[in-house]
């Protein structure tokens, strides 16, 4: 089959749009919530914003996203689970009611994500209720992109939502769950925190990971949807 460059490039600019707007807004709303329980750190490096540029990680950003996206459209296998943004720091020390703090800014890039896939999910019902999308368009014409553009903003925000509150550090989840557990459970977060990557590959690699992951997107994506 020969290589169709239009085809190919259209594609790849639209998952790269939806990727670095949800990874941004997931970012920045780690970094505004944080701010506004009394930690500045971020907003003092310009965390705040939708821009992509001060959330950029090389490999997590942008070397990954590009290599998964050209691996997928060879046919090899899916997008890759992990990919990430330039992490939000925060300094707990200036947070007011840590732990309600902690929760909500741990839980608020997912909560952005949600938002932006329902609102996606919405637009996408109200055109396709008044004809602007049939089964004949949203393969051709100016409506495909924007159509594939709706469409993978919901995939994409969901999936990144469902993933980030898995309870493994370093996900949302875990900051979570870590606020809710005795003190005596500190250790093991010590050592999770340590090593909670490589356990996090070794779980993607035998497959753990997507059996968690796809049941709980397919559920969110049925109720969007249904």
Request: hydrophobic share 55%.
């Amino acid at each position: 089959m020969s290589f169709d460059a239009a085809d190919f490039l259209s594609k790849f600019v639209i998952y790269f749009v939806v990727w670095l707007f949800a990874v941004s807004a997931h970012e920045a709303a780690h970094a505004w919530t944080s701010y506004k329980f009394g930690d500045d750190t971020a907003y003092l490096l310009g965390r705040v914003t939708l821009n992509p540029v001060p959330h950029i990680d090389i490999i997590g950003t942008l070397i990954l996203p590009i290599l998964g996206f050209v691996v997928s459209y060879s046919g090899a296998m899916g997008f890759p689970l992990i990919m990430w943004g330039k992490p939000t720091p925060v300094n707990p020390l200036k947070w007011r009611n840590k732990d309600t703090a902690n929760v909500c800014v741990s839980l608020a890039g997912i909560v952005v994500n949600m938002l932006i896939a329902i609102v996606a999910t919405i637009v996408l019902k109200v055109l396709a209720n008044n004809n602007f999308f049939t089964e004949e368009n949203i393969t051709t014409g100016i409506t495909a992109p924007m159509y594939a553009f709706l469409l993978s903003t919901v995939f994409l925000n969901v999936g990144l939502a469902i993933f980030n509150l898995l309870p493994f550090p370093p996900l949302d989840g875990s900051k979570v769950l870590q606020t809710f557990l005795p003190r005596s459970f500190e250790p093991v977060f010590d050592f999770l925190e340590t090593f909670g990557f490589l356990i996090l590959l070794v779980l993607l690699q035998l497959g753990i990971i997507g059996a968690i992951v796809t049941p709980l997107n397919n559920l969110v994506l049925s109720l969007l949807f249904g």
